[in-house]
């Protein structure tokens, strides 16, 4: 059973940037596919990108390109999403998740506990 | 650009059967696997059906999913209602360039 902890809660200004990680437990990162989902307050789910197995590269939802980075720490089953130049549109919970296994077409089974980033100056 | 529309809210009484449709707005709905989300206010999402009608383990079979080729629509049937079933229900899939969609969300109502 794969579990994702996700990091506490971050207040930004606008313009600044924010990463947010997600730990994994239970399997190793190099054997997942990660990706990463949003929620404004009282909307619906967002999906802001994740790596594809069958290419081999992190892709992004047009929204976000050029503002979204994605990345790894294998060595501490780590991944990270920086989203930069924020807005208060960006007022979200951004969750982290992962399919049962490296090329799991359900890409989003487990997902993290969510963490709130509030940007506000 | 793909998308997933459903319906903004549905409600039914305990005991019944509820029905959530989760329409594409192109191509072939059955191109892609469409998974189901159980979200209760305040807690992450979780997977209640995957590969359209895979039930993960702990998730009763009150929960179905099915694929409608002829209306281009996923469904997620709900049947002997509990009240805990109360919360918002999203479809998601992938459209041709592997972008994740998420449909909207409906809102469940158990009266």
């Known amino acids: 059973q794969v579990q994702l902890v996700q990091s506490g809660a971050e207040v930004k200004k606008p313009g600044a940037s924010v990463k947010v990680s997600c730990k994994v437990s239970?399997?190793?990162?190099?054997?997942?596919?990660m990706h990463w989902v949003r929620q404004a307050p009282g909307k619906g789910l967002e999906w802001m990108g994740g790596?594809?197995?069958?290419?081999?590269?992190?892709i992004y939802a047009q929204k976000f390109q050029g503002r979204v980075t994605m990345t790894e720490d294998t060595s501490t089953d780590t991944a990270y999403m920086e989203l930069s130049s924020l807005r208060s549109e960006d007022t979200a919970v951004y969750y982290c998740?992962?399919?049962?296994?490296?090329?799991?077409?359900?890409?989003?089974?487990?997902w993290g506990q969510g963490t709130l980033v509030t940007v506000s100056s | 650009n793909f998308m997933l529309t459903q319906p903004h809210s549905v409600s039914e009484s305990p005991g019944k059967t509820v029905t959530i449709s989760c329409t594409g707005s192109?191509?072939?709905?059955?191109?892609?696997?469409v998974q189901w989300y159980q979200q209760r206010p305040g807690s992450a999402p979780t997977t209640v059906i995957y590969?359209?009608?895979?039930?993960p383990s702990g998730v009763p079979d009150r929960f179905s999913g099915s694929i409608d080729s002829s209306s281009n629509s996923a469904s997620l049937t709900i049947s002997g209602l509990k009240t805990e079933d109360e919360a918002d229900y999203y479809c998601?899939?992938?459209?041709?360039?592997?972008?994740?969609?998420f449909g909207g969300g409906t809102k469940l109502t158990v009266l």
């Open positions: 192109s191509g072939s709905i059955a191109s892609n696997y």
């Open positions: 239970g399997y190793t990162l190099t054997e997942l596919s």
């Open positions: 790596f594809d197995p069958e290419d081999g590269e992190t």
């Open positions: 590969e359209d009608n895979q039930r």
């Open positions: 998601q899939s992938y459209d041709s360039s592997n972008q994740g969609v």
């Open positions: 998740a992962t399919g049962r296994y490296y090329y799991d077409s359900t890409k989003t089974y487990y």
